[in-house]
């Protein structure tokens, strides 16, 4: 069984994308997913936002849905914030329910005080450490997915990405994760790249 380690922030609606395609890969590869959290706030500090994009005007509130993961992780485990990225994206990518998140915590049979979460800065440290395991893999021009692949030398081989819409379904997933790990497994492999037409396709 391959171990996959990928970075998300519950925000991101490619990200979104991304993690339905790994499920898939799961179902038609040996591979496990390990889930891990990455911040888009974290990754924006210090930098001018530019003021049309949409994660500028959300400002804090781009911290409550990585902080309710890291809570989930921090009690149940990393294989029970997988579940609850499930259910939490599907709410808020599918079903557009960004005003009520907290409801991903009763989908998965978890306790209610634990949207609590979203406004506690207890959970900030844990978020930044792992974010920044992901940017020591693949550099700070980049952003979120993030995806590990073990690397021939026995380390692990990051990428940004793959970005793709809508998620590849049954062996066309097998085949995109074939090549995410052939292009992993080169080195020198630094960049690929096309400009993204259209809008998240969540089908």
Do not use: K
Not at 175 to 196: K, M
């Amino acid at each position: 069984m391959t171990p996959v380690d990928f970075w998300f922030d519950p925000v991101c609606p490619y990200t979104w994308i991304t993690s339905r395609w790994l499920r898939e890969v799961e179902r038609v590869r040996p591979v496990r997913v390990r889930w891990r959290l990455m911040s888009l706030q974290v990754l924006n500090e210090g930098r001018e936002v530019n003021p049309e994009d949409p994660e500028g005007e959300w400002g804090e509130y781009l911290w409550h849905p990585v902080r309710m993961c890291a809570a989930v992780e921090r009690e149940y485990g990393t294989e029970a914030m997988g579940r609850f990225y499930d259910r939490l994206g599907e709410r808020l990518h599918v079903r557009g329910e960004w005003d009520a998140p907290a409801g991903a915590l009763a989908d998965c049979g978890l306790p209610a005080e634990r949207a609590a979460a979203a406004e506690s800065t207890a959970y900030d440290a844990a978020v930044r450490a792992s974010h920044a395991e992901a940017m020591a893999l693949v550099g700070e021009d980049v952003g979120t997915p993030v995806t590990a692949v073990p690397a021939p030398d026995g380390g692990r081989a990051g990428l940004f990405g793959p970005v793709v819409s809508p998620a590849p379904r049954g062996e066309a997933a097998g085949r995109l994760w074939d090549g995410v790990q052939l292009l992993a497994s080169v080195p020198g492999f630094s960049e690929l790249g096309r400009a993204r037409t259209g809008e998240p396709d969540f089908r």
